[in-house]
């Protein structure tokens, strides 16, 4: 993945990756995630959408005058711009 311009971090535990985002995430940025199971069962999915959603309603409310729905899925391939996006891999098996 680091090959293909994504910054990558490996972590032991669903709580290491909790800690880790908190710590990455800029809370004047804006912020994408993409909903999968081991995000889901980490908790961090629900961090994330504490943080964003509300964001991007607001967003969307004035720009489009609707909210925000989860309705994407998301295959990371390789990223144009080195660093610009991340994936944090946990060794803890979680998920499926």
Known sequence: ????GLATHVVDTAEDARRLV???VRRDRTVFTAQ???LRVSGISADLRTYSVPR???RLQERYGQTSFLGRILILEREGFPDRGTVIII????GF
């Open 56 to 58: 991007e309603n607001e």
């Open 22 to 24: 908190a710590e990455l």
């Open 1 to 4: 993945m680091r090959g293909n």
């Open 91 to 94: 060794r803890e098996p979680i």
């Open 36 to 38: 999968s199971e081991t």
